[in-house]
Nanobody, 125 residues
């Protein structure tokens, strides 16, 4: 059973925008963190953005702050967008959505337990 699924990847020119979607509806933690990660070929996976319900606490990687926005579409975070603007070639990667139980109001990029299969984003110069 797929518990987390991503969509919305594609190819775009530098300076363009994309919106990724993550569906987490089968994960019913009342306090959960939904995170976006990416992995480029030959590089380690890195955290991009994470947000926690119900507090709304969030964190962004320095490399995307001001350009990317994590945007839950409901209070249970069943659908979460990653709005990506001013895209750069270095944003090219496979993007993954992940979920973890977050009992405390603290957000970071570690300890995520359930992962989607990823969606590819390619930014050309």
């Amino acid at each position: 059973q797929v518990q987390v699924s991503e969509s919305g990847g594609g190819s775009v020119q530098a300076g363009g925008s994309l919106r990724l979607s993550c569906v987490t509806a089968t994960i019913t933690y009342r306090k959960k963190c939904v995170g976006w990660f990416r992995q480029a070929p030959g590089k380690e996976r890195e955290g991009v953005a994470v947000q926690r319900t119900p507090s709304g606490s969030r964190k962004y990687a320095d490399s995307v702050r001001g350009r990317f926005s994590i945007s839950p579409q409901d209070n249970a975070y069943n659908l979460v967008y990653l709005e990506m603007n001013s895209l750069k070639p270095e944003d090219t990667a496979m993007y993954y959505c992940a979920v973890k139980y977050c009992p405390e109001d603290y957000v970071d990029f570690s300890g995520f337990t359930t992962w989607g299969r990823g969606t590819q984003v390619t930014v050309s110069s």
